[in-house]
């Protein structure tokens, strides 16, 4: 499965936002990340429409979590970006070509398919299980130790 880079991007800045004391624009977000403005914005959108970040007006504004970083998950940042659909979608092969079976033969889903979805919802489930808190929570053992603390410090002043 291959997922868009604004899922990346857009785990980011939930884990940044979650760190933040006050709104953080969208401008700001993508200098953190070095990545363009313009697109982080659509992907800043996606996750207003999901109702996990909300934009703040005004020229102390940008966005901020719509609630705890605990009480959002992974999945929902993968499929306000990306969106629900499943990764693999059967086309019934089963009833093309010169050995086609009739669609009466074809009432239960085939080992392919039965396989496919299994695996897209245990995907799914790994990720609604991890929250954008927990993945704070790691971002300090996967660096210098002091990723959480600078980026804090960087939010609210701008240096490190």
């Given at each position: 499965?291959?997922?868009s880079?604004?899922v990346?991007?857009?785990?980011h800045c939930?884990?940044?936002l979650?760190?933040?004391?006050?709104?953080?624009p969208?401008?700001r977000l993508?200098?953190?990340?070095?990545?363009?403005?313009?697109?982080?914005?659509?992907?800043l959108?996606?996750?207003?429409?999901?109702?996990i970040?909300?934009?703040v007006?005004?020229?102390?504004g940008?966005?901020v979590?719509?609630?705890?970083?605990?009480?959002?998950?992974?999945l929902?940042?993968?499929?306000?970006?990306?969106?629900t659909?499943p990764?693999f979608?059967c086309?019934e092969?089963r009833?093309?070509?010169?050995?086609?079976l009739?669609?009466?033969?074809?009432?239960v889903?085939?080992?392919?398919?039965?396989?496919?979805?299994?695996a897209?919802a245990?995907w799914?489930a790994?990720?609604?299980?991890?929250?954008?808190?927990d993945l704070?929570a790691n971002?300090?053992?996967?660096?210098s130790?002091?990723a959480?603390?600078?980026?804090?410090d960087?939010l609210?002043t701008?240096t490190?």
């Amino acid at each position: 499965m291959k997922m868009s880079n604004g899922v990346e991007w857009a785990m980011h800045c939930c884990v940044s936002l979650g760190q933040a004391v006050d709104p953080v624009p969208a401008a700001r977000l993508a200098e953190l990340h070095g990545v363009p403005t313009a697109y982080l914005a659509k992907h800043l959108q996606a996750l207003s429409r999901a109702d996990i970040v909300r934009s703040v007006p005004g020229p102390a504004g940008g966005y901020v979590l719509t609630r705890a970083a605990d009480s959002i998950t992974a999945l929902e940042v993968v499929e306000a970006v990306d969106g629900t659909d499943p990764a693999f979608r059967c086309t019934e092969i089963r009833q093309q070509g010169p050995l086609a079976l009739p669609a009466k033969s074809c009432r239960v889903p085939c080992a392919i398919a039965r396989a496919m979805a299994a695996a897209d919802a245990a995907w799914r489930a790994a990720l609604a299980a991890i929250t954008i808190a927990d993945l704070a929570a790691n971002i300090d053992a996967d660096s210098s130790g002091t990723a959480l603390t600078d980026l804090r410090d960087w939010l609210t002043t701008g240096t490190r």
